[in-house]
C-alpha cells in the first residue's frame, strides 16, 4: 500500500513473509523506516553480527543501515520520507529525534510488551484503512496517524532504555549529543568539541551517559565512525586512503590504527572480506 501526494510526500505499508532480502530504492531520498518483525524464528545480520529477535520486536532504520534477513517469518513495514512527515522539524511533537531516528545507536529496536501489542494492531488495521480513502483529509489523516505511532514507540523505547533514570532536560541532553554526532561525526572528534555545542562539560556529558548507556561519549562517537568507515569500504570503490581523509583523519597511518583498534583487522583485511549480500533498508520492498 502506497501513498503519494503532490508535494512528494511518500508512505508504504508493506505486509510481507519469509523474505530473505532488502534493497534500496534509489528514487526515494532520506527515507525512515519502521520494520515490525513478527513470529519466533528472526535472525538477521548487521555490520557482520547475527542477531536473533524476539516476536514484536521493531528496528527503526534510516537509509545507512544495511541488514539482511536470514531467517524470518512475517514482517510488516512502514517507509516514509521527510515531505511526508520529518521528525526533525518535528521533534518537539514527537521527540525522537537522537533516539529512534538520527542516532549514533548502531541499530535501534525495541520488543513491544505485551500489554501493548493490541494497540499496534490497531495502529496497523487503522493505516490499512486509511490508506484506501482517497478523499482531501486522507494526507492530514496519514499524518496524524504517522505522528501517534511514533509517540507510542518513543515512549516504549525510552522506558526500554532505562531513560526513568534522567530527568527530562538530562534525557533531552542525550537525544541531542547523538544527533549531534550524527550530523558532525566526520568533522569533530572529540567529546570537548560536542560539548561545547551543548554548552555543557564533558564531565557532566559523562556522568549523565554513565547512568544509561555501558558507551561513554567518545566511545559512542568512534562507534559511530567506524560504521562509515565499514560503509565506505564495504560498498565504495574510495581507496583507504580517501576513505581516512572524507572521515576526518589526518593520514591513512592514523585511520588504520583507529579501524584495527575498533575492528581487530585492518581496513583492508575488512575490504577482502565476502561481501554476502547485505541490503539497504531504507527503500523495502516485499
Known amino acids: 500500500m502506497i501513498y503519494k501526494g503532490h508535494n512528494n510526500e511518500f508512505i508504504e505499508l508493506i505486509d510481507f513473509k519469509k523474505i530473505d532480502s532488502l534493497y534500496f530504492d534509489n528514487n526515494l531520498s532520506f527515507p525512515l523506516t519502521f520494520v515490525w518483525v513478527k513470529g519466533k524464528k528472526t535472525e538477521i545480520e548487521f555490520e557482520g553480527i547475527k542477531l536473533n529477535l ?5 528496528l527503526c532504520l534510516t537509509s545507512f543501515h544495511k541488514i539482511e534477513f536470514n531467517a524470518l517469518e512475517s514482517a510488516r513495514s ?14 518537539t511533537e514527537v521527540s525522537c529525534k537522537g533516539l529512534l531516528f538520527y542516532s549514533t545507536n548502531q541499530l535501534p ?6 500489554d501493548e501489542v493490541h494497540k499496534f494492531e490497531t495502529f496497523w488495521k487503522m493505516f490499512q484503512i486509511e490508506m484506501q480513502s482517497k478523499d482531501e483529509l486522507q494526507l492530514e489523516m496519514l499524518q496524524m496517524m504517522l505522528k501517534r505511532f511514533i509517540i507510542l514507540c518513543t515512549r516504549i ?3 526500554q532504555m532505562n531513560f526513568s533514570l534522567l530527568e527530562v532536560n538530562e534525557v533531552d541532553l542525550v537525544r541531542e549529543f547523538h544527533f549531534l ?32 548507556s555501558e558507551k561513554s561519549p567518545l566511545q559512542i562517537i568512534h562507534q559511530r565512525k567506524i560504521i562509515e ?14 576513505t581516512a581523509y572524507e ?13 584495527k583498534k575498533m575492528e581487530n583487522m585492518s581496513p583492508s583485511a575488512f575490504r577482502k572480506l565476502p561481501l554476502g549480500s547485505f541490503a539497504n533498508t531504507s527503500g523495502m520492498t516485499a
Open 78 to 91: 512502514i517507509k516514509f520520507n521527510r515531505e511526508f512527515y520529518c521528525v526533525k522539524d518535528h521533534d
Open 54 to 58: 524476539e516476536n514484536n520486536t521493531i
Open 181 to 212: 554526532v550524527e550530523q558532525h561525526f566526520k568533522s569533530k572528534h572529540s567529546v570537548q568539541e560536542y560539548a561545547d555545542l551543548l554548552n555543557k562539560s564533558v564531565k557532566t556529558l559523562a556522568n549523565i551517559f554513565s547512568k544509561v
Open 109 to 114: 529496536h525495541f520488543r513491544i510488551p505485551k
Open 247 to 259: 572521515l576526518g583523519f589526518e593520514d591513512i597511518q592514523t585511520f588504520s590504527r583507529f579501524f
Open 229 to 242: 568507515a565499514k560503509e565506505i569500504l564495504r560498498y565504495t570503490d574510495k581507496t583507504i586512503k580517501e
Open 157 to 159: 523505547y525510552k522506558s
